[in-house]
C-alpha cells in the first residue's frame, strides 16, 4: 500500500515556524526526490522546492529562500519541511509528493501525493 501522509500544519502568527512531516509507506523515500508543492484559494499549485534523492535543494519559489528547508530521516522514512519566518502570503495548502530522483517543477512529474495539510499565516 503506497501512501503519503502530511502533518504539521496549522496557525501560526506572522514571522512564527511549522515543520511539516511526510511519511512513507509502502515504499522506501531515500530513492526519490521529494517535491513541496502549495496552493491558495483561487490560485494555480505552486512549486516551493525540491529535495534531491542526494539531498540536494532546489527553489522554487524566491520567497522562501532563507526560510524553508527540506531534510530527510530515513530511519523513519520521513521527509520534513521546515518554515521559519512565516509571511501570510505562505498561508496555503501544501503537498509533499514523490519523483524518481531528481527533481523537477512539473508537477506533472510527480507520481505519489500527500494528502496536504493547511497552513494558515494570520495573527
Known amino acids: 500500500q503506497v501512501q503519503l501522509v502530511e502533518s504539521g500544519g496549522g496557525l501560526v502568527q506572522p514571522g512564527g515556524s511549522l515543520r511539516l512531516s511526510c511519511v512513507a509507506s509502502?515504499?522506501?523515500?531515500?530513492?526519490?526526490?521529494i517535491g513541496w508543492f502549495r496552493q491558495a484559494p483561487g490560485k494555480e499549485r505552486e512549486g516551493v522546492l525540491c529535495?534531491?534523492?542526494?539531498?540536494?535543494?532546489?527553489y522554487y519559489t524566491d520567497s522562501v529562500k532563507g526560510r524553508f528547508t527540506s531534510s530527510r530521516d530515513n530511519a523513519k522514512n520521513t521527509v520534513y519541511l521546515q518554515m521559519n519566518s512565516l509571511k501570510p502570503e505562505d498561508t496555503a495548502a501544501y503537498y509533499c509528493?514523490?519523483?524518481?530522483?531528481?527533481?523537477?517543477?512539473?508537477?506533472?512529474?510527480?507520481?505519489?501525493w500527500g494528502q496536504g495539510t493547511q497552513v494558515t499565516v494570520s495573527s
Open positions: 509528493a514523490t519523483e524518481l530522483l531528481t527533481c523537477s517543477n512539473n508537477y506533472f512529474a510527480y507520481e505519489y
Open positions: 509502502g515504499f522506501t523515500l531515500e530513492r526519490y526526490a
Open positions: 529535495i534531491s534523492s542526494r539531498d540536494d535543494t532546489t
